[in-house]
């Protein structure tokens, strides 16, 4: 599985969970690695057309080895807090670079591992409890799995989180979340 960190805080709410479904995973024989997009240099979709005949994005940056990561990932868990009722910047400018595998498949017809059963997941913090919160992210990633190839699993959704590392306080959610990575690690979300 490869982990996308699309918060800006290390060690915030959103990977401390996420490092609770890691655990899961891990503990049922998978294997995790983490990207961290705020640490990396990642320039927004330039909707210059450049990836329309090639499949392969013509910016060039540190995206240029995330693709090969998505790529050869079984799994992939986008992990985001909430702004404004939506994902963070990092993870939408992750999202939109994917322009570049939507070009494969669409543009191209190139289905990429088909029949693996390849699938992608969300896990998303908010402060609040709006009851749509989380509506936006759900939808952009559900596109986000659809462009890279992969089915759209369950998400972890996690609100009521405002304060710096306030999901320790929450030790449900945090078991909830180990017991999603299991579930993720034994096929059965």
Known sequence: MV???GSPRRNGNSEMLAK???????????????????DLDIRPCQGCGGCDKSGECVVKDDMTEIYGKV?????????????FYAMSAQAKIFTDRMQ?????RYNLK????????R????????????????ESTELC????????????????????VD?????????????????FGEKISRGEL
Not at 71 to 83: C, G, H, S, W
Not at 119 to 134: D, E, I
Not at 166 to 179: F, G, P, Q, W, Y
């Open 100 to 104: 570049a595998r939507w070009s494969r």
């Open 20 to 38: 609770a479904v890691a655990e899961g995973m891990e503990s049922e024989g998978g294997t995790v690695e983490y990207l961290r997009l705020n």
């Open 163 to 179: 304060d710096r590392k306030a999901v320790r306080e929450k030790l449900d959610e945090l078991t909830r979340a180990r017991s």
């Open 119 to 134: 699938r992608g997941y969300v896990l998303a913090t908010a402060a609040t409890g709006g009851g749509k919160l989380f």
């Open 141 to 160: 990633a559900r596109y986000l799995f659809d462009a890279i190839d992969m089915e759209c699993g369950e998400s972890l959704l996690v609100n009521g």
């Open 71 to 83: 790529d050869n990932a079984d799994r992939l868990l986008l992990v985001t807090p909430i702004y």
């Open 3 to 5: 982990i996308v960190l």
């Open 110 to 117: 190139n289905r990429f591992r088909q029949g693996e059963g």
